[in-house]
Each structure stands twice: as structure tokens, then as C-alpha cells.
């Protein structure tokens, strides 16, 4: 029962990881020293796809399961509907590599628009110190 529950922990943590690999630049643009957990997130998400490495928690999820004596995933909602998200068959490395590139098609566009933003609101506040 607990490495049941520690592998369906590792499942979850798996996927926040990805959406917060693909989408926590946006959470940055509102909480700014999310940069520093993001930044390190980003880049070992993309280095593992394009990479074509397995994460580390999925060989931790597949020891849990053997604990339990599964090896497939049976009857609970994270394996029906989180584990297809994380594990999508048909899994290719040349899939691989457009996901890795599409976290960075996602994230250049928002660190651009969040260095331009620094960046105004420095030279608003050195212009405005430099008249006043």
C-alpha cells in the first residue's frame, strides 16, 4: 500500500514537474524569484528530451510498482488519465526532440517579454530619478 502511494506521488510530482517545465515562466512573470527554481527545471526538461535521456523519476516510479507487485497500470485515475500525458505511446526520440524545442518555443517568448519588461521599467525608473 505505501509504495502504492509513493508511486502514484512520484506520477504527480512527474507531472507537475512538465507543466511547470513548460508553463512556469508564465507563474514567473507574477512571482519573480520563481526565475531561480524555473531556470535550472527548464533546462534539465529540455537537455533530457532533446537528449532522449529517461527521467530519473520514472525508473524511481517503475521500482515503487515492482514493490507492489504491478507492472502495468490498473483502475486509478493518475494512471488513466496522468500517465498518458507523461508516457504517450508511440514515443519517438524525433518527438522527443520537438518536445524539448517546443518548451523553448514556449518559455524564449515569455523570458524575452519578461527582460524587455525589466529592463523598461529600469530605464522608467532611471529616467524618472535622473528629471526628479
Not at 13 to 32: A, D, T
Not at 105 to 124: E, V
Request: contains cysteine.
Amino acid at each position: 500500500m505505501l509504495y502504492d502511494l509513493l508511486a502514484k506521488a512520484v506520477v504527480l510530482s512527474h507531472l507537475f514537474f512538465i507543466l511547470f517545465s513548460v508553463l512556469g515562466g508564465l507563474l514567473m512573470l507574477r512571482w519573480n524569484k520563481l526565475i531561480w527554481l524555473h531556470i535550472p527545471i527548464l533546462t534539465w526538461a529540455v537537455f533530457i528530451e532533446i537528449n532522449h535521456w529517461t527521467c530519473p523519476l520514472t525508473p524511481l516510479e517503475n521500482w515503487l510498482r515492482e514493490q507492489v507487485g504491478n507492472a502495468g497500470y490498473t483502475g486509478s485515475f493518475i494512471e488513466h488519465y496522468i500517465i498518458p500525458i507523461i508516457y504517450p505511446t508511440g514515443l519517438t526520440t524525433e518527438i522527443q526532440t520537438m518536445l524539448g524545442l517546443g518548451i523553448l518555443a514556449i518559455n524564449i517568448p515569455i523570458y524575452g517579454w519578461y527582460i524587455h519588461r525589466k529592463r523598461k521599467y529600469a530605464q522608467d525608473d532611471y529616467s524618472g530619478n535622473a528629471s526628479g
